[in-house]
């Protein structure tokens, strides 16, 4: 049987590691780590072995060469530009004319592959994929599978909302030949988002195997440096090079220890020819490459070192990994997190702060406290976005020094040598952060157009109208005291960015790993005038003529470019507006209302996108009741349409949409996921305020009816929201506990477990959050009781299984 190794990654997570080594030759425990793949391979008799490179292929075929050193043969493939994991695969098919295993080889891994192999062969499978269970999901593909195993759902890194197990894809393959026949010559395919869903897509034989044991992909650094406690603690079947001289201390030969080196706490592994000079301590989960030399006096805890460094006299380096050939000058101390790449220099009593990355060559100078990285942001344990946006309170943590190097990030991975259309509300904050991008995008590459000050609905029309290649939004509103910013990045559709393109910038931004223009070529920043303008007349086409009888609507916008847009449409359709002050209470506003005589009452927070409203008595309407209202509106006044609409959302409004000539789509929760299923109409009932004003006025003047009497016609339902806090580690077991519980029953997988009541009364959806270790759970049901009883079943249900 023969073996392809995948070893063309770059490893960019482990940067600086990674600068000057492909990802396969990052060592661990003084050996590569694809040596460790080949162990494997050959211990189950596969000793033909093709090997995949694109990165730096010369180290890899440098230190292996024909394998013969290695007891194996080798054979290499490299790739002229990036195939992707399948299609680097395919570059291989002329070597490939036997059933064959794929694998990492940048994992370490100790998985019985012969148990593959035979349940592979068991199933008659075109393709096998070796799976594992995993605490935290996000970044593998999840997988389901029957109880033949075979594959019934895949899912290429998810985020916790879409997360439905914790059994997931291991890069590890048992293919047929055949199965590259999917896969064309020369085009960059993956297995995980191309191949493994056609070969689905056509009922072709595609299993899982869930296997026992050992696996790391090594994905960062937290992850690297587990791997060797993990090795050194026997959680791994791996041999290292090591013998054990003392209880827990592992040296390999030529290494020179001081005295009492006998009491130090293990475990701790030294590589050949290290020097440890007298009165040094080495503290446990220290590792130690060949050809080291630790001064006298200093002290290591759990420090990984490469090879061939210089530690000076009483220095201190403690939860650090250092590379190779660097040289600390005595007392200098290290700290916890931080990353030295090679060849840097760490000068007399200097401080490297804790989660600080040098990039190799870089030098820190004598009593110096390194607090900053060359990098920047590595410590941040959330994602950056959140649906297409980036959120942080103004001054604090979205501050100019922040935009300026996030507008590099998204500028060199999205945006170089595009149209890029910037805006930002009217308060000053919003502005100063506008100021800051603009210059930074156009360092990069891109061309910036100023789109002034704008609204986020009006931005996303702003770049479909001037045929940018994508928009930054930058708003900003008051919460519990104290602002919150919002910058926004907008796709060429006039759609948030999707998840592909977060990790893009989100990689770039923690790493960054940018270029930017050489002066003469940095494009001039346009101007563009009337956009504002233009949206505001195309909201008055897209809602039709107004009605005979005039309306009276109280509006509360701290946003000049609301009040102006909204006088705009009030002059169109003859409404009279009430002007009530931005700061006054919601049952300051909800009198205002009432004693103005209004039709109702709408109010806009300071970005001008959220939208609360207001019955004609002063009542302020339910925010579920209001999104109902606002597309049961949509339905009557705009005949022959699809919507998109959350599954959150009650279930009536499906057929209502059907009763009166619409088409409901139904989609995850997300802003970008909503505004897709409606992309074929310019505005949204929901996501865009002012349309939703309008849609409101015309089902009132069709209808004859209040905003009351709207709501008494509309049916009965009744949304409770909670959640329950669960360990973070925990999230993706219990999303593939509850899946397999809800199996043989009526469920909805789209957006977290929706599951519906067993009496047909209601439903429940239970969603894991993406930037906090709980779920929240949404019951719907005619009934306020029924649904906070339903809520409560199952809050008790997950509790269940991890209380």
Known sequence: MKAIIMAGGKGTRL??????????????????????????????????????????????RNHFGDGRDFGVELHYFEEDAPLGTAGSVKNAAAFLDERFVVISGDALTDFDLETAIRFHESKEALATIVLTRVRRPLEYGVVMTDEEGRIVRFLEKPDWSEVFSDTVNTGIYVLEPEALQGVAEGKEQDFSNDLFPLLMKRGERLYGCVSEGYWSDIGNMEQYRQAHFDMLDGKVKAAFKGRELYPGVYVEDGVMLPS???????????GRGTVIEESAQIGAYTVLGSGNRIGCGSTLRQTIMWDHNRIGERSEISGATLCSRIRCHPETVIADEAVIGSHCTIGPKAHVLPRVKLWPHKRVREHAVQSDSVIWGESARKPLFSDGAVYGYANEEVTPDFAAKFAGAYGASL?????IAVSSSADGFSRLIRSVLMPALQAVGACVTDAGDSLPAAARFGVKALGAGGGIHVSSAEVG??????IECIDAAGLPIGKSDERKVDNALALEDYSRMDVSGIPDICTAEGLTEAYGKKLIAELGGGGSKPLVVAVSAANPTVRRLIGTVAGAFRWKIVHVEPGVSDAGFGAAVADSGADFGARFDSAGELLRLYAENGMPVPEEKADVLLYLSYFRCCRDRTVGVPLSAPTFLDSAAEALGCRVVRTKRSPRAVLEASAAHPFHPVHDALFGVGLLARNMLGSGMSVSQLLQFMPSFSLHSTYVEVPWDEKGRLMRLLTEQVRNRQADLLDGIKVYDESGAGWVLLLPDTGEPRFTLIAHGE???????LAERYRRELTRHFG
Do not use: H, N, S
């Open 260 to 270: 009492g080196c006998a009491g130090w706490d293990g475990p701790v592994y030294i």
């Open 415 to 419: 945006a170089k040598g595009k149209r």
């Open 783 to 789: 009934r306020e009781e029924a649904a906070v009883e």
């Open 15 to 60: 940067r600086p590691l990674t600068c000057q080594l492909p990802k396969p030759m990052v060592p661990l425990l003084g050996r590569p780590c694809m040596e460790y793949i080949i162990d494997l391979l050959k211990t189950y008799g596969i000793t033909q072995i093709g090997v995949t490179t694109q990165f730096m292929p010369e180290v890899i």
């Open 481 to 486: 005291g104290r602002v919150l910013c919002r």
